[in-house]
């Protein structure tokens, strides 16, 4: 079968074997790169949400720059007929591949990071992948549409929206280049505790907790969860909207954390990353289009960053600190990887775009060829060395 993309909105429905081959061997190659370069660096890492975006950057960085051991739990689909496997599913096969071929130590599990069952099962490879030894880093990396509460049986759907009042904005069709106004109306209690339960901190912390108690983790290890904040254009869907008040019970998350693991000094942190084009962050309105611009500004600064290239400069943050506490950290002791995307010059012209941005000037004043690559690239779509013509049959 030759396969093509079948896009539904912000979601394509099909993935590329190949094309998402191609992705890792990339980030790898760019991690391999940059392999020495830090004289410490974790050994024993375990991700959670392992299978695209930042957790993807973050697994194959943490294993083929520092040469660590790697566990990575993710939720993909396989294939079923005649229907592809996800985008994830085929990444984590292309880790393996390459983990395999540079000796690292491996182990990926699928299923419900949420659940317990998923928690038991990750502490048994863990002992098995890294026999004897404890973890140093942890990365909490999962960005779902749901969860079931463990202990409760009961589901929570997260939303997107803001809080307090309806909000209006210019938002694009990235496919076509329109550009239309979007209306938000605002979310109930019910969905803002319900988006907390989902993309707050709870299962981070009962994840750390499920660890801790196994004594799986090292003295000194750092725990990491991502975050974002943006610019004010974007904050009434973001920051201050629901998304935001679950970033909000992350970080009060974080400092629990922080708490449990001093006994062993440990340490977590909050990352707060840079707005790139993934699975999740197509699916915010208006984020889209400012993602669009910051592209373009970003390249014409020669700043722009991508997921690797983000998980690479944040892990020498840390690791080139004299010490995992004294990691470089903002007023509310946030690891800041959106320093180059909130720099005053680029926010200021992203503001003057932004004003006179319609469908007409789209493609002269916004980078939307590039953010639509970066969206067909996830699914494997798109990518040179690729041959799109191959009649797969092990998809
Ligand atoms: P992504 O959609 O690319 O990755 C999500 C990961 O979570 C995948 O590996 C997926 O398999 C996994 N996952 C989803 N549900 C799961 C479940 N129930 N059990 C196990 N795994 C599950 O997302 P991303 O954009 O890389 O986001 C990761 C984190 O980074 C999020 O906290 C997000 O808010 C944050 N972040 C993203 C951006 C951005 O612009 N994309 C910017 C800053 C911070």
């Not at 009060?252 to 790139?276: F, H, P, T």
Request: charged share 25%.
């Amino acid at each position: 079968m030759v396969i093509e993309p079948k896009v539904k909105g912000f979601i394509c429905i099909t993935a590329h074997p190949d094309g998402c081959d191609e992705n890792v061997r990339r980030a790898v190659e760019y991690s391999l790169a940059h392999k020495g370069e830090s004289k410490d660096g974790p050994k024993n890492v375990l991700v959670i949400g392992s299978s695209t975006g930042y957790g993807l950057a973050s697994r194959i960085t943490a294993a083929f720059s520092f040469g660590a051991a790697t566990v990575g739990v993710a939720y993909e689909r396989p294939s079923s007929g005649k229907r592809t496997a996800s985008a994830g599913w085929y990444n984590n096969a292309a880790f393996e591949k390459y983990a395999a071929k540079h000796s690292l130590p491996f182990a990926s599990l699928n299923g419900d990071a949420f659940s317990d069952e998923m928690k038991v099962q990750t502490m048994e490879a863990i002992r098995k992948t890294m026999p004897g030894q404890k973890l140093d880093l942890i990365v909490y990396s999962v960005a779902a549409p749901k969860r079931t509460d463990p202990h409760t049986g009961e589901t929570y759907s997260s939303v997107l929206k803001p809080i307090g009042k309806p909000y209006c904005e210019k938002s694009v069709d990235f496919h076509t280049g329109k550009i239309s106004s979007v209306s938000l109306d605002p979310a109930t209690e019910e969905e803002i505790s319900a988006t907390i339960k989902v993309m707050g901190g709870e299962d981070w912390l009962m994840w750390i907790n499920a660890l801790k108690e196994n004594d799986l983790i090292a003295e000194n290890a750092v725990t990491l969860a991502y975050s974002y904040i943006g610019p004010e254009l974007t904050h009434a869907v973001y920051k201050d909207g629901t998304i935001g008040k679950a970033k909000d019970d992350l970080e009060e998350k974080a400092r629990e954390i922080d708490k449990a693991l001093s006994s062993i000094g440990g340490k977590a942190y909050i990352s707060v990353n840079k707005a790139l084009v993934t699975q999740s962050s197509a699916a915010i309105p208006v984020v889209p289009l400012y993602i669009s611009i910051l592209y373009r500004l970003m390249k014409e600064n020669g700043t722009h960053e991508n997921c690797i290239m983000q998980m690479n400069r944040l892990f020498h943050r840390i690791y080139d600190s004299s010490d995992v506490k004294s990691v470089p950290v903002d007023d509310c002791g946030r690891i800041r990887m959106d320093d180059l995307e909130m720099a005053e010059d680029i926010q200021s012209r992203l503001k003057d775009v932004w004003s006179v941005i319609s469908s007409d000037n789209i493609d002269e004043l916004t980078d939307i060829k590039g953010y639509r690559d970066d969206f067909y690239a996830l699914f494997g779509f798109g990518l040179d060395n690729v041959d799109y013509t191959r009649d797969i049959t092990d998809f």
